[in-house]
Nanobody, 125 residues
Framework: QVQLVESGGGLVQAGGSLRLSCAAS????????LGWFRQAPGKEREFVAA????????YNADSVKGRFTISRDNAKSTVYLQMNSLKPEDTAVYYC??????????????????WGQGTQVTVSS
């Protein structure tokens, strides 16, 4: 059974940084593309960033380009989201997700098969 566990969320002032982690188990981690999504109160879940199963390719949503970086450590079965220059509008619950084995990158939530429970990020102004 695939399990994804996010950590690293918290309260930070605008302009600050946080690093989210997502530890995976129950799958051959290096074979799966991964993504980060977020959901703010009253809003739909939105794509943040995705990384290929080998880690050689990644892309971000326009709203976080230049500020957020997705990376992965296949030896530790962990994917990261480094978030810099945080803004109040980045406040949301952040989720990591795994897509199907050897699949390509995707920004569509319904194309991901496994999800973590989420970690809250709150950015104060």
């Amino acid at each position: 059974q695939v399990q994804l566990v996010e950590s690293g969320g918290g309260l930070v002032q605008a302009g600050g940084s946080l690093r989210l982690s997502c530890a995976a188990s129950g799958l051959t981690f290096s074979n799966y593309p991964l993504g980060w999504f977020r959901q703010a109160p009253g809003k739909e879940r939105e794509f943040v960033a995705a990384i290929s199963w080998r880690g050689g390719s990644s892309y971000n949503a326009d709203s976080v380009k230049g500020r957020f970086t997705i990376s992965r450590d296949n030896a530790k079965s962990t994917v990261y989201l480094q978030m810099n220059s945080l803004k109040p509008e980045d406040t949301a619950v952040y989720y990591c997700a795994a897509r199907g084995i050897f699949r390509g990158l995707s920004s569509k939530a319904d194309e991901y098969d496994s999800w973590g429970q989420g970690t809250q990020v709150t950015v104060s102004s």
